[in-house]
């Protein structure tokens, strides 16, 4: 569980991103940060992961504040982190099996079979066995994300952070990579954290939904309740997505 | 931002950079890598233009000294100390700063604005010592080759001239390039070649670690880090020439 208590954050410029926010994102469930670009979900979710220092307030993991740690004790718990980059982030020079080996390389005591054992087999989980030998340019934007994934997990964090899991991909990939973190977070019990503007994410697997407006927690709940929030930017939000026109245009049609 | 904000960011870069490795055997294979893309990849190129500046440089200075007063040998002993004291570890890690300052600015920078390099961060890896440390190490562990490889083609290209035209003859030439030579003066090349390796390597690594934005900003900080790289290195030359020399 990360708790989020009293985050304020601002720039150089002297404009507040993020104001006063208290949150939980709870273990075993896919907790999404949503609103709109330029709303403060992305500060928030660096803030979290102690990319950014907030100028106020604390942010918990498991009961230990990060924003009290210094950088080597921030690094240690970072290796508690897994992370989904909106580019996916692989490292080009390498093929996907070194590319999910790498954290091992780094960390584990395990020789090089062990270490490929255990890389193959969080491919295997992401589907992605095939395209073991394959450099991340010779691969699709859907698999190169799966493979992040694969890298992400291969540790066993206790917390996953995904910043636009579903930017650049297609709907029904999308719809893959959603349902593919969502059985991994309760698989292993991660906290998951997913910041996303896609409502397919929010209507498909939130489980606990914060939206942020001008830097405030606008609202949160989960994917039952977004319809009926009385939270009128995150109405607006919804009733701007294109699968909100695509159940209104449902709708009509079955009226008539 | 201005020289000190710069001065005090590569510092800070600097402090980040050397420290001990995370994982030896990680810095290894690192190191390895580097040395084989940042030196033995520049050996074509080392010898190419080492060979014909040495010819050209030994038609200059038989056509500077045709004085009959001048003895013959002494455009082979001016070819050898221009290649030994200033060619060879100067003027090459200029050419060096091109090839090589490019390489590491540009894939450091792809790297930083791909995310990569948060990627390591994130994973609670220092990301300056993981991917500067070794670039730095190698490059400046394989100039030394690089420099004594340049002055062996330098001097056999004015050997070339020697045996092939009617610019000088061997025999001039030969005993020119062994009279009186000075063993410091390759050690004094060997010392400057090391510290521009390491100016070209910080250098290129700081600019390519601090992109921030696109692909047009990584070639833009390409461009500055060979610029300021070079105008490092002429400074230093200077710097060092004097101490050492004099």
């Known amino acids: 569980m990360i708790e989020v208590k009293d985050v304020s954050k601002s720039f150089h410029d002297g404009v507040k991103v993020l104001d006063n926010i208290n949150t939980v994102f709870e273990t075993g469930k896919t907790n999404l940060i949503i609103g709109q670009s330029g709303s403060g979900k992305t500060v928030l ?44 982030a692989l490292f080009d020079s390498m093929t996907v099996l070194e ?7 780094m960390f584990s005591d395990m020789n090089t079979e062990q270490k490929r054992a255990r890389a193959i087999e969080c491919l295997e989980r992401v589907d992605l066995k095939r395209a073991i030998d ?14 992040a994934i694969a890298r992400a997990i291969v540790l066993n964090p206790k917390y996953l952070f995904c910043d636009e899991p579903n930017s650049g991909l297609d709907p ?14 309760h698989e292993f019990n991660i906290t998951t954290i997913i910041n996303t503007h896609d409502m397919n994410s929010v209507m498909e697997i939130g489980e606990n939904i914060v939206f942020i407006y001008k830097g405030q927690k606008g609202w949160q709940g989960n994917k039952d309740q977004v319809y009926d929030t009385g939270c009128k930017p995150l109405e607006d939000l919804i009733f701007a997505s294109e699968l909100y026109k695509k159940i209104k245009k449902a709708h009509f049609t079955l009226k008539e | 931002m201005n020289i000190i904000e710069h001065v ?44 014909f500046i040495g010819m050209a440089i030994t038609i200059q200075m038989k056509l500077n000294m045709s004085n009959p007063v001048l003895p013959g040998y002494l ?60 670039k730095i190490t190698a490059f400046i562990s394989v100039i030394p080759s ?24 061997v025999t001039e030439y030969t005993q020119g390039i ?42 833009k900080n390409s461009t500055k880090a060979v610029v300021n790289s070079s105008i490092i290195i002429l400074g230093s030359n200077f710097m060092l020439t004097k101490l050492l020399l004099t």
């Open chain 1, 45 to 88: 979710m660096k803030s979290t992961v102690g990319i950014h220092k907030v100028d106020q307030g604390h942010i918990l993991y498991d009961g230990r504040d990060i924003t009290q740690m210094n950088d080597h004790q921030i690094k240690m718990m970072h290796r508690e982190i897994g992370m989904l980059f909106q580019g996916s």
């Open chain 1, 99 to 105: 590319n999910v080996m790498f954290p091992l390389d």
């Open chain 1, 134 to 147: 394959l450099f991340p340019a010779e691969i699709s934007g859907g698999m190169q994300k799966r493979a």
């Open chain 1, 172 to 185: 029904k990939t999308s719809l893959m990579i959603d349902r593919l973190i969502q059985e991994i977070t």
């Open chain 2, 8 to 51: 005090g960011s590569f510092t800070k870069l600097m402090k980040l950079t050397l420290t001990i490795p995370d994982r030896w055997s990680m810095f290894g294979r690192q190191y390895l890598r580097e040395i084989m893309k940042l030196g033995i990849d520049s050996v074509f190129i080392d010898i190419i233009i080492s060979l």
């Open chain 2, 75 to 134: 455009t082979g002993l001016a070819v050898r100390d221009t290649l030994l004291l200033e060619f060879s570890p100067t003027i090459l890690c200029l050419i060096l700063a091109g090839k090589v300052g490019s390489n590491i600015a540009s894939e450091i920078g792809t790297m930083r604005i791909t995310e990569q390099i948060d990627a390591i961060d994130i994973m609670g890896i220092n990301s300056a010592n993981y991917l500067i440390l070794p």
């Open chain 2, 146 to 169: 690089l420099v004594i490889i340049s002055i062996f083609s330098g001097i056999l290209g004015g050997y070339g001239v020697a045996e092939f035209t009617d610019t000088i003859t």
């Open chain 2, 178 to 219: 062994q009279y009186s030579f000075v063993p410091f003066y390759v050690t004094y090349a060997i010392i400057k070649s090391m510290v521009f390796a390491f100016i070209i390597s910080s250098v290129a690594s700081y600019y390519g670690y601090t992109v921030k934005g696109g692909a047009l900003e990584v070639g």
